[in-house]
């Protein structure tokens, strides 16, 4: 049997890399140490995953581990912040090799690929819960933030829209006798849902242009409500221009809609810019490589109006993902 510190030596220890200066002290002291560069700011994002809540008793755990990181980096790519940086804190019910190999490999590899060192964490016997905490850096005036949008704004969007939440829909059985998906449609569905794309050199690249950006976790509708909201103005969305992911693109309106609106699990990011800044985010999505979509504009007047392809209004009964009204 592993003892705690095998443990985190086996699976969360690598030699240190020298490639991020920043980073002073990374795993086995009290607390790990940060350096940042001169006239840069810190940005520090926790998000927690639960077992049976936010994935299912039995998910596969490399594809965990890339998630668990995934949606943190979300989070800094929302910011506009490169990611430098990250903490664990796992709750195990027991320290199983082929458990810890795959998780900790899917985790790493999207740290790789990202930059972005592990620099400690704790471990704890317990019902399963990974918890991750992400620090990426940041110029001071830059931060994309969430009460920043102007009116006038257009409304943005990367990539593509509701295939996580269609995957759901297939594991639940749900809708079935209106969705048109077989079994390698659900597969590449699904594949939005347990390893999703956190958008951050679009995040990067939209510094200087976008004003106002979130990540969509919970629905596309809801996360824009938190923009409005912060930034004390309202929109206009043209629904049926929302950027479908391939497996949604093939389902009925009603569901292409209600998914794409309010889907959750994409880790998109929704930003707002000036109208005249146009060129310069097509720019930015190419230098990302990364699909942008405008999807409407932002209004003086608070509240949400959702329109046709024709500018007609739509009366849609739409709400988003909340941990305690949902079941
Ligand atoms: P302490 O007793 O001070 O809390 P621990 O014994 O929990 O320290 O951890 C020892 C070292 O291992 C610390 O540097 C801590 O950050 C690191 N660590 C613990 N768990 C993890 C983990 N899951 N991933 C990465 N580092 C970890
Ligand atoms: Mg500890």
Redesign the pocket.
Same mark, same amino acid.
């Given at each position: 049997m592993l003892s705690e510190f095998d443990l985190?030596s086996r699976y969360? !220890?690598r030699p240190a890399r020298s490639y991020i200066a920043q980073i002073a002290l990374g795993? +086995?002291?009290?607390c790990?140490l940060l350096t940042p560069a001169a006239g840069t700011q810190i940005a520090i994002s926790t998000d927690m995953l639960v077992e049976g809540r936010h994935f299912f008793p039995d998910a596969e755990p490399f594809t965990l581990g890339h998630k668990c990181l995934a949606v943190n980096l979300s989070d800094l790519a929302a910011m506009g912040a490169r990611p430098l940086a990250f !903490?664990?804190a /796992?709750a195990l019910p027991a320290a199983r090799e082929e458990w810890l190999g795959p998780f900790s490999a899917g985790l790493l590899a999207l740290a790789d690929s990202h930059h972005c060192e /592990?620099i +400690? +964490?704790? !471990?704890t016997k317990g019902p399963l819960n990974i918890c991750i905490t992400v620090f990426g850096e940041t110029l001071p005036g830059q931060a994309l933030r969430r009460d920043a949008a102007q009116a006038g704004d257009d409304i943005w969007v990367s990539g593509t829209l509701g295939d996580a939440r269609l995957a759901l829909a297939g594991y639940r059985n749900e809708l079935t006798d209106q969705l048109v998906m077989d079994a390698e449609q659900h597969a590449l569905a699904a594949t939005r849902m347990h390893q999703p794309t956190p958008r951050v050199a679009l995040g990067i690249a939209l510094r200087g242009i976008a004003r106002a950006a979130i990540d969509i976790s919970d629905g596309l509708i809801g996360d824009l409500g938190h923009i409005l909201a912060r930034s004390g103005v309202g929109a206009t969305l043209a629904v049926d221009s929302l950027p479908a992911g391939p497996v949604l693109t093939q389902q009925t309106q009603a569901i292409r809609r209600h998914f794409t609106l309010a889907g959750g699990d994409d880790y998109e990011l929704c930003f707002t810019a000036p109208a005249d800044r146009r060129d310069a985010v097509f720019a930015a999505g190419q230098a990302a490589a990364t699909a942008v979509t405008r999807i409407g504009s932002i209004d003086a007047a608070s509240g949400l109006r959702l329109h046709d392809a024709d500018g007609a209004v739509l009366n849609l009964q739409l709400t988003s993902f909340d941990h305690f009204r949902s079941t």
């Amino acid at each position: 049997m592993l003892s705690e510190f095998d443990l985190i030596s086996r699976y969360f !220890t690598r030699p240190a890399r020298s490639y991020i200066a920043q980073i002073a002290l990374g795993v +086995g002291d009290d607390c790990a140490l940060l350096t940042p560069a001169a006239g840069t700011q810190i940005a520090i994002s926790t998000d927690m995953l639960v077992e049976g809540r936010h994935f299912f008793p039995d998910a596969e755990p490399f594809t965990l581990g890339h998630k668990c990181l995934a949606v943190n980096l979300s989070d800094l790519a929302a910011m506009g912040a490169r990611p430098l940086a990250f !903490t664990l804190a /796992l709750a195990l019910p027991a320290a199983r090799e082929e458990w810890l190999g795959p998780f900790s490999a899917g985790l790493l590899a999207l740290a790789d690929s990202h930059h972005c060192e /592990l620099i +400690g +964490g704790d !471990t704890t016997k317990g019902p399963l819960n990974i918890c991750i905490t992400v620090f990426g850096e940041t110029l001071p005036g830059q931060a994309l933030r969430r009460d920043a949008a102007q009116a006038g704004d257009d409304i943005w969007v990367s990539g593509t829209l509701g295939d996580a939440r269609l995957a759901l829909a297939g594991y639940r059985n749900e809708l079935t006798d209106q969705l048109v998906m077989d079994a390698e449609q659900h597969a590449l569905a699904a594949t939005r849902m347990h390893q999703p794309t956190p958008r951050v050199a679009l995040g990067i690249a939209l510094r200087g242009i976008a004003r106002a950006a979130i990540d969509i976790s919970d629905g596309l509708i809801g996360d824009l409500g938190h923009i409005l909201a912060r930034s004390g103005v309202g929109a206009t969305l043209a629904v049926d221009s929302l950027p479908a992911g391939p497996v949604l693109t093939q389902q009925t309106q009603a569901i292409r809609r209600h998914f794409t609106l309010a889907g959750g699990d994409d880790y998109e990011l929704c930003f707002t810019a000036p109208a005249d800044r146009r060129d310069a985010v097509f720019a930015a999505g190419q230098a990302a490589a990364t699909a942008v979509t405008r999807i409407g504009s932002i209004d003086a007047a608070s509240g949400l109006r959702l329109h046709d392809a024709d500018g007609a209004v739509l009366n849609l009964q739409l709400t988003s993902f909340d941990h305690f009204r949902s079941t």
